[in-house]
């Protein structure tokens, strides 16, 4: 048997206990969008946003201080970011731009790369990482591979942490609601000398919740979330500074529905890291660099079981332990020239074990191998990016290279059968290149084109994976790198309180590593190379407005915004899909989505300075062959019949007021229209219901199918000290 932590066990009641500990004030918030700030994430150092050759979504002040997100898919989700299946309160795949993480949540084989403080997170899963202790989240769209190496095919997502340079103060907050909703979150930061200090602690509950309309208790939804952040910076002299964070997040007992319903199959996910960055620069100038160190633990547990595969027990535990280091110095070689140097050292070790049990007496049963075969991970990359400022910093041309090299180690893994040995080794080499043009103060022009990659894992190069329901997937050595081909052009546009940034773009997804299905009755597959691509052409926009700037009206303590983000991929198609398929369109991702709303209220003259907010948010239509065993020809009409979902609206909204100097009361509803519908699955919880029951992992109370939560109301205090 595998126990959980204590600390999970005991995170209810430490969840009150917060609010006895300081924590960071909000301070002066930012604005919901700013299109021309400074970002980090695109080329791997902090450049204005209007002077990158591609799109680059900034999350940050009121977006993050307003959302009642309870974990990073449903921050990312609130903005229209991407498409995010919430297959589970623990588990999420991701697309961006046709990009996009497994399908069952596996944290080591995605063409979105996480990161945290610019270095990889050793998770694609968001659903396992809190909101608390962000400052900021950073997302480029498309390929970025030359700074950030294997996964940046679809996109970058750059979860940015607090710290003592970036908070001031201390705050407390506490919120509870819906089904049995109990929330937590201390802050502290602050200076002394040269050095400055950051501690964060979270902590939160909730029990399973109702789905909307027409639907009832959705069992085996529950979960719990625990994490801290300790973060210390100290200026050695003028040029040189050193800074330490240490992170662990996670969420345990989160029930697990999946595809079969299951009421009792349960996960814990957790990541922790260490740190350290050295930062320096000459007297002059002419040279900076910077030295980041990291240690990484990424931990999953998943206590499943399957009534159709005939196990009562079936725990996985998958262990990835990543050591690395990157050294970038950037060196100004004549004037308007910048070029960037790197060099990244990674060596990774994935442990999995595995342990099933019938269902009936005595128990005992064929152990199979784990879900990821054990592997050691090994690579080095150099990488250059040079930017030239022309016509008085009017005209920026760009480019970049970079050459990574990998071994991928077949490790000894518990009952893998036929088990192979050795190393293989891999190569690739990825581009960008660019330019942006200033046309006015206020309209800026960009084009880029941008090549990404991601290496094969040793599940995929040799391992043999029998799934929950009994099916075995092959690895096959032959694999070659999935790669990627981004085209865009775009443009910036800023004026009297409106600020636009749209994008044209066209990513091709190639040699895809797919699984199939051989040929006769076995429920035996391969992972292959897909030989068609998946291409992908879309518009996506940004756009937020001050209202009252722009009509040149006197605010008089009034403030009012309006804000929008959405996508439109005109053209998705699979050009690698079956044959037989009644669908060419792309599976798991949005033809359109959207993310629109408004922000008003008063801030002085009022004795309660109050602020409402509005959201809402369109989950796009999408293809999808389910794995739901859904009823033929009720549900579908065959077992291989690609769905499409249709598009539905979310509503949420928040009243905010501050009682007193640094002490804010709010309430908020989310799904105001109680909608009864999901991002993924077909099957909702209600009636008639489509799905086929025999195939359910209920144990057999029932409570059928797959829906998002609905309507809920949120009660919170911030007091800011």
């Known amino acids: 048997m595998i126990a959980y932590p204590a600390g999970a066990r ?37 450049e204005p946003r209007s002077q990158i050759t591609g799109t680059v979504q900034v999350i940050e002040g009121e977006r993050l201080a307003r959302s009642q997100a309870q974990s990073v898919t449903e921050l990312l989700a609130e903005n229209a970011v991407g498409f995010f299946s919430e297959w589970t309160p623990g588990q999420t795949s991701i697309n961006i731009r046709g990009g996009a993480s497994d399908g069952q949540g596996k944290d080591f084989r995605s063409q979105v790369l996480v990161l945290i403080n610019g270095r990889r997170a050793g998770t694609a899963n968001i659903s396992k990482l809190s909101p608390a202790d962000v400052a900021r989240i950073e997302i480029v769209r498309g390929p970025a591979s030359v700074i950030y190496g294997s996964g940046a095919m679809g996109g ?74 300790g973060a210390f910076g100290h200026q050695i002299d003028d040029l040189n500074r050193v800074d330490v964070t240490i992170r662990s997040d996670g969420i345990y007992d989160a029930g697990f529905r999946g595809s079969s319903w299951s009421t009792f199959n349960r ?43 005939g196990t009562r027990l079936d725990i996985n535990r998958r262990h990835l332990s990543i050591m690395g280091t990157k050294f970038e110095p950037i060196v100004h070689l004549f004037p308007g020239n910048e070029l960037l140097l790197g060099l990244n050292l990674e060596r990774s070790w994935l442990r999995s074990a595995r342990y099933r049990e019938a269902i009936n007496p005595p128990y005992t049963m064929a152990q199979v191998a784990p879900q990821d075969a054990n592997q050691t991970d090994s690579l080095m990359a150099f990488y250059a990016e040079n930017s030239q400022r022309l016509f008085d910093d009017r005209v920026v041309l760009r480019a970049g290279v970079r050459h990574t090299r990998g071994s991928t180690s077949f490790d000894a893994t518990p009952n893998l059968a036929n088990q192979q040995t050795g190393s293989r080794p891999y190569s690739a080499t990825t581009y960008t290149v660019g330019g942006t043009y200033r046309a006015t103060q206020n309209l800026s ?75 006769g009755p076995l429920n035996i597959s391969d992972y292959v190379n897909n030989a068609g691509d998946i291409v992908i052409r879309g518009v996506e926009v940004q756009a937020s407005l001050d209202v009252l700037r722009a009509v040149a009206a006197r605010p008089n303590g009034w403030h009012w915004s309006l804000f929008a983000n959405g996508g439109y991929n005109f053209d998705m198609r699979d050009f690698g899909a079956a044959s037989t398929a009644n669908s060419r369109q792309v599976q798991r991702v949005y033809k359109y989505q959207a993310s629109i709303g408004t922000r008003f209220g008063q801030r002085a003259g009022v004795a309660i300075p109050w602020t409402f907010s509005v959201t809402g948010i369109m989950r796009g239509p999408i293809w999808y062959d389910t794995e739901e065993s859904l009823t033929v020809p009720a549900g579908e009409p065959s077992s291989s019949y690609i769905h499409q979902k249709p598009a539905f609206w979310v509503w949420n909204a928040r009243l905010e007021g501050e009682l007193r100097k640094g002490l804010t009361a709010y309430v908020a509803m989310n799904n105001i229209f109680n909608v009864n519908q999901h991002a993924l699955f077909i ?21 059928f199918g797959n829906s998002m939560p609905g309507r809920e109301i949120v009660v919170g205090l911030k007091a800011a000290f």
Not at 287 to 293: I, V
Request: glycine share 12%.
């Open 10 to 46: 005991r995170a209810a009641p430490l969840v009150a206990a917060l609010a006895l500990m300081p924590s960071i004030a909000t301070g002066q918030e930012a604005p919901a969008t700013v299109l021309d700030d400074i970002v980090v994430t695109s080329t791997g150092r902090p």
């Open 156 to 229: 970058v997502i750059n979860i940015i942490l607090r710290n003592g340079r970036n908070t001031e103060g201390s705050a407390v907050e506490i919120q509870g609601g819906s089904w049995g909703l109990l929330q937590g979150r201390g802050h502290t930061a602050g200076r002394f000398g040269e050095s400055d200090y950051y501690l964060g602690l979270a902590g939160g509950r909730r029990d399973s919740y109702s789905s909307g309309s027409g639907g009832g208790l959705m069992a085996n939804t529950q979960w719990q979330r625990l994490g801290a952040t």
């Open 267 to 309: 996960d814990q996910r957790t990541n922790a890291s260490f740190d350290v960055v050295y930062s320096g620069r000459t007297a002059t100038d002419f040279a900076r660099w910077t030295s980041h160190s990291y240690l990484v633990e990424d931990q999953d547990i998943f206590r499943w079981a399957s009534r159709s595969g």
């Open 445 to 519: 022009f960009r084009t880029g084109l941008a090549t990404g990659f991601r290496a094969p894992t040793a599940t995929e190069l040799a391992g043999d994976y029998t799934v929950l329901a009994g099916g075995q997937i092959f690895g096959n050595p032959n694999l070659r790198p999935e790669t990627s081909r981004q085209y865009e052009v775009g443009a910036t546009f800023s004026w009297n309180g409106l600020n636009i940034d749209a994008a044209l773009f066209q990513n091709t997804i190639s040699h895809r590593i797919i699984s199939q299905r051989r040929t």
């Open 683 to 703: 099957a909702l919880h209600q009636q008639p219901f489509i799905g086929n029951t025999s195939a359910a992992n209920t144990n057999g109370i029932g409570n």
